[in-house]
């Protein structure tokens, strides 16, 4: 049995992942702030504000009891709950977005991943943490001072953990997915900036305006083809260059 626990599952390419993965017969556990537009046998969604942290691990430690578990010979972990807000140079903007921005961004994953490898090491079975990066992580863009550091931090963590695991005796497996230009609500979000916040932001209209954003659905598919060749760990794979190797 497959177990999938994703978060932010409720829209954007979170919700089009989760299409995917019940298609393929998995059983889906979310977590949103907003109800998923989804009812499905096999999908359980929770609403939760994955900024509050003693809520979001009472979320992940309930999936990962071990009556979910008993079953289970596949559990994957996708940390897709994500903001690219606050779109502001360091020195701009209020703290209280800052802080709801890398609590969600880093905080939040890495607390996840820590319960999820507290409570599945012992098992034999197939173990994956799956954390959404960004070409943010590795190059920097004014007005994105939070972004690229909370994502940067979010790869740095995931390498660090994949050389922790090489020492155990069932490791779970942990990579980044780099999704790429995706038609969602973050794109929206970036286009409503202002250049004087944002010098980069022409270039996101005319991906808007070109029509050159990329599905949810098509991203979706692209993580799943990645999933089911048996990554090895400790990368940052990014759609576009996986998704040319598929074609």
């Not at 994955?50 to 999936?63: N, P, R, V």
């Not at 012992?122 to 550091?149: D, F, M, Q, R």
């Not at 999704?179 to 929206?188: F, L, V």
């Amino acid at each position: 049995m497959r177990i999938s626990i994703v978060t932010g599952g409720s829209k954007g390419f979170g919700l089009a992942l989760v299409k995917q993965l019940l298609s393929r017969g998995d059983n889906v556990y979310t977590a949103a702030r907003s109800e998923s537009p989804l009812s499905h046998p096999h999908l359980t969604h929770s609403q939760v504000d994955l900024t509050d942290e003693e809520s979001a691990a009472k979320w992940l430690q309930g999936i990962l009891s071990s009556q979910t578990l008993a079953d289970a010979d596949d559990v994957l972990l996708v940390n897709n709950a994500g903001m690219v807000t606050p779109i502001k140079r360091a020195g701009q903007g209020g703290e209280d977005t800052l802080h709801q921005h890398y609590t969600l961004n880093l905080v939040i994953p890495v607390l996840l991943s820590h319960v999820f490898v507290r409570e599945t090491q012992s098992l034999e079975g197939k173990k994956t943490i799956v954390h959404l990066s960004s070409g943010a992580a590795k190059n920097p863009y004014k007005g994105w001072s939070a972004y690229c550091s909370s994502k940067a931090g979010l790869d740095m963590f995931m390498r660090t953990l994949h050389e922790e695991q090489q020492d155990e005796a069932y490791p779970v497996t942990t990579f980044s997915f780099s999704p790429g230009t995706i038609d969602t609500d973050m794109q929206g979000e970036i286009r409503k900036s202002s250049k004087q916040d944002f010098e980069q932001i022409e270039r996101f209209q005319q991906l808007h305006e070109t029509g050159t954003l990329k599905s949810p659905d098509e991203v979706a598919g692209i993580l799943l083809d990645l999933l089911a060749d048996d990554p090895a760990g400790g990368c940052v794979y990014d759609a576009r260059e996986y998704g040319k190797k598929q074609s």
